[in-house]
């Protein structure tokens, strides 16, 4: 399949990422990075939004408090579908109010409760509590990334990841229509910047600034039908993906005229950081298609068209193996 759109490339430093590859800013080399969250536990977000981003097989984080009645069962189906269930602490304080044992046993308690009820998925990051954090060294011991409401996007590579911003919507926020998130969205692809929405109530259910669900909707169907421009994805998996994608070390082992054998590796806990980064390179020449393995799994293969150049495309995983790229007569 040949593809055409707008891609761009983290830049190469050095001899980091071998020549002619290229790891993308964002996976798929997509123009920006899209993360919707959700705070508060409010009951619509499961039965209204959640449905509306599972139509396109997008996927949301749900920063949930432990002490206000979380939906468990609820939450681990939303889990099941690769949604991502993190912290928004335990009781919901005001961060910077509370002494700092207070804050690392709302870090902790958080996190590991949240682990203990939803299996199969760890709690790595938060949001903090009215957008007010406290000690941000105590809380990167338990996390990996921390999202405030700032209201700017942030750029690829964000300067503190225990402070990202995020963009308030509804009632009492900045995008509260359709053409408003559109518009937000737009921005970031001008700038090949990461866009995260910040969301609370959903239509009548009590939540702070609620967001009729037929305008996120609407604005779901917009995402995806430009679809070539927006990579969506959780916030936690963005924040992988950006740590990945800065880590990696791509070197070739071997250059045959029909093999072609790669290295993908960083330094990074596999445990955590085991998110697949995109890599592409031109189509050798005389190649007419290639078939690409990691270790003993195939991975899928794109032939995308830019500028004239026709390249292969794939997703890997740093430390999985070598990477095999092998020549394909059709």
């Not at 609370?200 to 009590?206: E, P, R, V």
């Not at 082992?253 to 955590?272: M, P, Y």
Request: hydrophobic letters at 35%; proline letters at 5%; aromatic letters at 10%.
């Amino acid at each position: 399949m040949l593809l055409a759109g707008l891609i761009t490339s983290v830049p190469v430093f050095g001899q980091r990422i071998a020549s002619p590859y290229e790891v993308g800013t964002w996976q798929g080399f997509k123009s920006a990075a899209i993360s919707y969250t959700f705070d508060d536990n409010c009951p619509n977000q499961l039965v209204k939004a959640i449905p509306l981003f599972d139509k396109h097989r997008f996927k949301a984080t749900l920063f949930t408090v432990i002490n206000w009645n979380p939906n468990w069962t609820g939450l681990q189906t939303a889990a099941n579908n690769g949604h991502e269930i993190a912290s928004h602490t335990v009781t919901h304080p005001s961060l910077d109010s509370i002494s700092e044992s207070y804050q690392t046993r709302e870090y902790q308690d958080s996190r590991d409760i949240i682990n203990r009820k939803i299996p199969g998925q760890k709690c790595l990051t938060i949001a903090y509590p009215f957008c007010t954090n406290g000690n941000t060294h105590l809380c990167s011991e338990c996390y990996i990334a921390a999202r405030s409401c700032d209201g700017f996007l942030e750029p690829s590579t964000p300067p503190d990841f225990m402070y990202i911003s995020s963009i308030n919507c509804g009632a009492d926020g900045e995008a509260k229509t359709t053409h408003e998130l559109n518009a937000k969205v737009e921005s970031a692809v001008n700038s090949k910047a990461w866009c995260v929405f910040m969301l609370h109530g959903i239509d009548d259910d009590n939540g702070f600034s609620p967001l009729r669900s037929e305008e996120l909707g609407s604005h779901l169907n917009y995402v995806n039908a430009n679809s070539s421009k927006f990579w969506v994805n959780t916030f936690g998996n963005v924040v992988r993906y950006i740590k990945e994608r800065n880590a990696v070390w791509l070197t070739v082992l071997q250059n045959k005229s029909k093999r072609i054998n790669l290295q993908l590796t960083d330094s990074l806990d596999n445990s955590v950081y085991n998110y697949p980064v995109s890599i592409r390179r031109p189509l050798p020449r005389g190649w007419k298609n290639a078939r690409v393995k990691q270790g003993t799994a195939n991975l899928m293969v794109q032939r995308v068209k830019q500028n004239s150049v026709d390249y292969i495309q794939f997703d890997a995983i740093p430390n999985a193996g070598t990477i095999i790229i092998s020549k394909r007569k059709g």
